[in-house]
């Protein structure tokens, strides 16, 4: 089955810097990779996602990449904010399959 | 609109006793999916219903935890003879179709489980 790898378990960043999370995974027929968000104390909630007929989508503050040839797909925050601090989960699927979640990012902001 | 509802939130046990947790989608969502969330962990799939079909299941440890969703809305999940590799948090979430195919799951508080 699916396997996703999310390389940076932590990661710390000034307030107003850009942050980037990495994940890879290992079937090459997923086709949509969302990511989710959870803040101290509380359930996930979905905050962008990306299918594979796209290289690129934003939404505001965030940027998905995704190349299909690594199998690599990467989100980024761009001036980042405290209420950005949380554990953000990468997460990969194929068509109508459940949700593959790598192990989570807490993202550490700091003034 | 109404969430995920989840109930209990939290549950201790000794090992071996049983403990059931129920759920209840958003409403018009036909998929369900049950998730265990160890501590510091991403959450990993246990199960997931579209109305009341079970779908894939195949990540259930079936000899002690079930569940089911008989009518296609809420859903029981059940472990008998806990042990203390099941504590985590059971995550509930709901979508519109399935997940992969049209979009985001909607997840509850979750069930913090503790086997002592």
């Known amino acids: 089955g699916e396997k996703v790898e999310q390389h940076e378990s932590t990661l710390s960043v000034r307030e107003g810097d850009s942050a980037v999370i990495n994940c890879t995974y290992t079937?090459?027929?997923?086709?949509?990779f969302p990511w989710y968000k959870q803040e101290a104390g509380k359930s996930l909630h979905f905050v962008i996602d990306i299918r594979s007929n796209v290289d690129r989508k934003q939404s505001q503050r965030l940027t998905v990449l995704l190349d299909k040839k690594a199998k690599r797909f990467s989100l980024h925050i761009t001036a980042t904010q405290p209420e950005d601090s949380a554990i953000y989960f990468c997460?990969?699927?194929?068509?109508?399959?459940?949700?593959?979640f790598g192990l989570g990012t807490r993202v550490s902001v700091f003034p | 609109e109404a969430g995920v509802t989840q109930s209990p939130r939290y549950a201790v046990l000794q090992e071996g006793q049983a403990v059931s947790f129920w759920c209840d989608p958003i409403s018009g969502h036909d998929t369900l999916y049950w998730y265990q969330q160890p501590r510091d962990q991403g959450p990993q799939l246990l199960v997931y219903?579209?109305?009341?079909?079970?779908?894939?299941n195949s990540q259930l440890p079936s000899d002690r935890f079930s569940a089911v969703r008989p009518k296609g809305t809420n859903s029981t999940l059940k472990i008998q003879s806990a042990k203390q590799g099941d504590t985590a948090t059971y995550l509930c979430?709901?979508?519109?179709?399935?997940?992969?195919?049209?979009?985001?799951?909607?997840f509850g508080e979750g069930s913090k489980l503790t086997v002592l």
């Open positions: 219903f579209r109305d009341e079909a079970v779908i894939d």
């Open positions: 997460a990969a699927s194929t068509y109508a399959q459940g949700l593959t």
């Open positions: 079937d090459t027929a997923s086709s949509y």
């Open positions: 979430a709901s979508s519109l179709g399935l997940g992969g195919s049209t979009g985001q799951l909607y």
